[in-house]
Structure formats: C-alpha cells, structure tokens
C-alpha cells in the first residue's frame, strides 16, 4: 500500500475508452479517490478494468462501475469487486454517462 498511479482527463465525454497503464508486476488496489471540476452539477458515469487482453471487455474493478458527482474534497471508494490486477495487465477507464459540464475527471489509484 502507498503506491500512487494519478491520472487526469481533460475534457471527459460520455464514451471515453483510454488506456491508462499496463503492469508487468500483481498489483491489488487499495483505495480510489476520484473528483471532477466542471459546472452545472456535473456528473460523470464510469468504470476501471483490468485485463491481459486490451481489446477484450476486461474485469471491473467495481461491477456496473461508479458514478461521481463530488467537485470539492473527491470520493474515496475503498471497497472493490476485483481490486487484485494479475502481472501483465492493461489498466483501463470507460464512462458510460455525463451531465452538466464536465472539464476534468481526475482518479489516483492506490495499490
């Protein structure tokens, strides 16, 4: 634990699929802390999955994925459905569903 993997999209639509890191070692995740910047309530619809194959459909990290809406201290998500990444894995985002206006979404990975 203590291990940071920070990354941020600018600009984030409704159908982002953007590789984020491939890992040659077993990771396990321990915590996600995820924020938007933007206005009008925004609101961002999305999912982190893991997998050797990039062009499958991967593992979720946490099934049916995760809606956030926090613009201020961020959402800590602490609890998984499949936190353990096996060595030699892709990392990847997909958002599913957005509202209002949607500048930034920023999610660190703690593993």
Same mark, same amino acid.
């Given at each position: /634990?203590?291990n *940071? %993997?920070?990354?941020?999209i ?5 159908? +982002?699929?953007? !590789?984020l890191?491939? &890992?040659?070692i077993?990771?396990t ?15 961002? /619809?999305?999912? *982190? %999955? ?6 499958a459909?991967?593992t +979720?990290?946490? !099934?049916?994925?995760? &809606?956030?809406?926090?613009t201020?201290?961020?959402e ?27 500048? +930034? ?7």
């Amino acid at each position: /634990t203590g291990n *940071l %993997r920070p990354f941020s999209i600018d600009l984030p639509t409704n159908a +982002e699929n953007a !590789t984020l890191f491939f &890992t040659p070692i077993a990771l396990t995740i321990t915590q996600l802390r995820v924020v938007l910047r933007g206005t009008s309530s925004p609101s961002m /619809t999305w999912t *982190l %999955r893991h997998g050797a194959d990039r062009s499958a459909a991967g593992t +979720e990290v946490n !099934t049916g994925g995760k &809606t956030t809406t926090n613009t201020t201290t961020g959402e800590n998500i602490t609890s998984f459905d499949s936190a353990a990444i096996a060595a030699n894995s892709w990392v990847w985002l997909k958002t599913s569903a957005s509202a209002g206006v949607i500048n +930034e979404i920023s999610i660190t990975i703690v593993f």
